[in-house]
Nanobody, 127 residues
Framework: QVQLVESGGGLLQAGGSLRLSCVATGRTVSSVGIGWFRQAPGKEREFVAAINWSGTGKYGADSVTGRFIISRDIDKSTVYLQLNGLKPEDTAVYYC????????????????????WGQGTQVTVSS
């Protein structure tokens, strides 16, 4: 079992930055990869970024490449998602997720692959 708690969301203007945090317990981020997804009103949940258990594999959606950065702090068992250059279309609830199996080298972009989810944190970007 993995428990995930996101934080760091907020309301801000276009062009601003935020750092989202995902704290993992049950298993630490040194043994399980973490993915970030987002879901806007009326839309399906979509992949944003992921980092594998060793930290050697990082993935990002084309829509956020060059703007969002994923990183982790093993000591805090926390994965961060730095959001830069925010746009109104980035408005969504952001979720972190973990796969059922630990030590998975390649992370998926599909929601069905992930077994554990946090409660989400709202990011709202005004124009």
């Amino acid at each position: 079992q993995v428990q995930l708690v996101e934080s760091g969301g907020g309301l801000l203007q276009a062009g601003g930055s935020l750092r989202l945090s995902c704290v993992a317990t049950g298993r630490t981020v040194s043994s399980v990869g973490i993915g970030w997804f987002r879901q806007a009103p009326g839309k399906e949940r979509e992949f944003v970024a992921a980092i594998n258990w060793s930290g050697t594999g990082k993935y990002g959606a084309d829509s956020v490449t060059g703007r969002f950065i994923i990183s982790r702090d093993i000591d805090k068992s926390t994965v961060y998602l730095q959001l830069n250059g925010l746009k109104p279309e980035d408005t969504a609830v952001y979720y972190c997720a973990a796969p059922r199996r630990p030590f998975t080298a390649v992370m998926s972009t599909e929601t069905e692959w992930y077994a554990y989810w946090g409660q989400g944190t709202q990011v709202t970007v005004s124009s």
